[in-house]
C-alpha cells in the first residue's frame, strides 16, 4: 500500500468514526442528564448519525434527550439520523405520537 493510500484509509476510518455515534443500552431519567453533554459534544464534532442498536430501556426522559439531540442537529446545519431504532424506543415514541419524526431522516 503507498504513503498516499494509507493517509486516504486513515483519512476515512477517521470520518467513519465521526459520522456514527453509538448509545448506551439505558436511556433513562438515571441517565439522560450525563449522556446529554457526550451527546452535545457528538454533535459538535459533527456526528449526525446515531447508533440506537444497544438501547433495551428508553422512558420518556430518553425520548426527550434524542428529540433535544435532533433538535440540536438541525440547528446545525446537519439532517440527524438514529438507525436502527429498537422496539424499546419506538414504543415511547408512539405512545407519545412522535415515532413519525423520531423515525425520519430529517
Known amino acids: 500500500m503507498t504513503g ?5 484509509t486513515g483519512r476515512r476510518k477517521a470520518a467513519d468514526a465521526a459520522a456514527s455515534h453509538a ?8 441517565r439522560v442528564a ?18 440506537l442498536s444497544a ?8 425520548l426527550q434527550l434524542l428529540l433535544s439531540l ?15 431504532v429498537p422496539d424499546p424506543v419506538r414504543s415511547i415514541a408512539a405512545l407519545f405520537d412522535v ?4 423515525c425520519s431522516k430529517a
Open 70 to 84: 435532533r433538535r440540536s442537529v438541525q440547528a446545525a446545519g446537519g439532517t440527524c439520523r438514529f438507525e436502527p
Open 34 to 51: 450525563e449522556l446529554r453533554q457526550d451527546l452535545l459534544a457528538a454533535v459538535a464534532r459533527g456526528v449526525r448519525c446515531y447508533d
Open 23 to 30: 448509545l448506551p443500552a439505558e436511556l433513562t431519567i438515571y
Open 55 to 62: 438501547v433495551t430501556e428508553c422512558d420518556s426522559a430518553g
Open 4 to 8: 498516499s493510500a494509507t493517509k486516504r
Open 99 to 102: 415515532e413519525s419524526i423520531l
